[in-house]
C-alpha cells in the first residue's frame, strides 16, 4: 500500500515536498516512480528513482526544479518540488514497479499506486 502525502495549495516559485509511504518489507526491491495528472489531461511521468536509490529520472519539464530521493530504511519516497509553476498543478501520485522495465516513464510497468496528493500552484 503507497500512501502520498504533502500536497497543497502553494504560490508560483514556493517549494513542496510531496511523501509516499509505503507498507510491506520490501519496498527496498521496487523502483519508484512518481506521476501527476492535471485536469483534462493524461497522467503523465515526473520522475522515478531506482530500488537502491543509485539512478534517477526525470521528465524533461521538471528537470533540475524537482529531486525525487527514497529512504529505504523509512520506506518513503520523496518529490522535492522547487521553482513551482502554475502548469505544474495535477494531482500526483506515486508507484512502484516490481519489473526490470527500464521503461521508467509508462505508467503500465507500475504495479502499485497511492492515492494522489493534490497540488495547486497559482500565478
Known amino acids: 500500500q503507497l500512501q502520498a502525502s504533502g500536497g497543497g495549495l502553494v504560490q508560483a516559485g514556493d517549494s513542496l515536498r510531496l511523501s509516499c509511504a509505503a507498507s510491506?518489507?520490501?519496498?527496498?526491491?521496487?523502483?519508484m516512480g512518481w506521476f501527476r495528472q492535471a485536469p483534462g489531461k493524461e497522467r503523465e511521468f515526473v520522475a522515478a528513482?531506482?530500488?537502491?536509490?543509485?539512478?534517477?529520472y526525470y521528465a524533461g519539464s521538471v528537470k533540475g526544479r524537482f529531486t525525487i530521493s527514497r529512504d529505504n530504511a523509512k520506506n518513503t519516497v520523496y518529490l522535492r518540488m522547487n521553482s513551482l509553476k502554475p502548469e505544474d498543478t495535477a494531482v500526483y501520485y506515486c508507484?512502484?514497479?516490481?519489473?526490470?522495465?527500464?521503461?521508467?516513464?509508462?505508467?503500465?510497468?507500475?504495479?502499485?499506486w497511492g492515492q494522489g496528493t493534490q497540488v495547486t500552484v497559482s500565478s
Open positions: 510491506g518489507r520490501t519496498f527496498s526491491s521496487y523502483d
Open positions: 528513482i531506482t530500488s537502491n536509490g543509485g539512478s534517477a
Open positions: 508507484a512502484a514497479k516490481g519489473s526490470s522495465s527500464r521503461y521508467y516513464n509508462l505508467s503500465i510497468v507500475y504495479d502499485y
